[in-house]
């Protein structure tokens, strides 16, 4: 049975300033989505939503993984003859790229199940087809870094790998706010704050790249240190352009005082998840802070290989 997994993402730096041209730094990490495939009747189900799609039975539930098995048999990879299960660890909804890194791990598992060589190019053209379906106009950054892996600096639609050292000891915790919010909604609340006050929020879009500037610097010299400050100062920006809550604050500023090095929300903000630059020593005290506010802590590191063939989680 092929299983296949592929991993999720969060936004070091750049969120919302991308709109206006700015850039921003992504990396994929090791919190993955899950498919293994076998032998059925055209079935993908997840064991987090139940029946996604029933070929038999003509079910469609979800049309972005309907797309993806369109898509492998336009191309003359699929039959209609697997039985696919979706097993993830990557919370839905939180800006995480769960959609990418599912369509990811699915095209690829049941492309090899199919007995065909499953390359990168045709898992992120699979994948990029069912982002479309739930994202309507997708930037790639998610698909891309499931796909690819690695740390990414994305600027003006182009995408540029980053070739970085990152150290044993130091962790990245990933915290599920578990507020829900609509990315559209908060994406189109920035838009018209910036109209509204645009000689402000251009600096304020220019402290932003500038902030990129620097973190891309640290991350080459490996000062971590200075990294977690730069994500400290980018929370600060995310605020003033109301992205952040009084609910995100407070589980930034106590998981600072618990001793991270940086700590901001990622993705769209007003909920979503908060990710912390954390040292190993630091480690246990971090995620027992986040557990006392009633959270999970998810201890994550950079994942470089991408999507790839793995039967258990690793």
């Not at 206006?20 to 495939?37: E, N």
């Not at 098995?69 to 696919?84: D, Q, T, V």
């Not at 182009?158 to 599920?176: A, C, M, N």
């Not at 251009?202 to 200075?226: C, H, N, P, Q, W």
Request: some cysteine.
């Amino acid at each position: 049975m092929p299983c296949s997994i592929a991993p999720g993402k969060i936004l070091l730096f750049g969120e919302h300033f991308v709109v206006k041209g700015k850039p921003a730094i992504g990396m994929a990490v090791s919190v993955y989505a899950k498919t293994c495939v076998s032998k059925g009747v055209g079935i993908v189900e997840s064991g987090q939503l139940g029946i996604l799609v029933d070929l038999s039975s003509r079910v469609v539930n979800d049309r972005g993984v309907h797309k993806i098995i369109e898509e492998l048999s336009k191309r003359g990879i699929l039959k209609n003859n697997f039985h696919a299960v979706i097993e993830s660890q990557i919370p839905i909804g939180s800006g995480m790229g769960s959609s990418a890194a599912v369509s990811s791990a699915l095209a690829h598992a049941l492309t090899v199940f199919s007995g065909f060589e499953p390359s990168k190019e045709l898992v992120w053209e699979v994948s990029f087809e069912a982002e479309k379906i739930y994202h309507v106009n997708p930037s790639g950054i998610d698909n891309t870094l499931s796909v690819y892996g690695g740390i990414i600096l994305y600027k003006d639609k182009s995408f540029r790998r980053l070739e970085i050292k990152w150290p044993e000891d130091i962790y990245i915790v990933v915290v599920d706010s578990r507020i829900k919010r609509s990315t559209g909604q908060v994406v189109a609340d920035v838009l018209s704050r910036y109209e509204k006050y645009p000689t402000i929020y251009s600096r304020i879009y220019e402290a932003g790249e500038a902030i990129v500037t620097e973190a891309l610097k640290a991350l080459e010299t490996g000062d971590f240190v200075r990294l977690g400050e730069l994500m400290d100062i980018n929370h600060g920006l995310l605020a003033s352009i109301s992205v952040s809550s009084s609910a995100i604050d407070r589980i930034v500023w106590s998981i600072r005082e618990a001793g991270a090095l940086g700590v901001k929300v990622s993705g769209a903000g007003r909920g979503g998840i908060v990710i912390a630059l954390v040292e190993e020593a630091r480690r246990d005290n971090v995620s027992n802070r986040v557990r006392e506010l009633g959270l999970e802590p998810l201890l994550a590191k950079p994942d470089l290989k991408g999507v790839r063939a793995l039967s258990p989680y690793g």
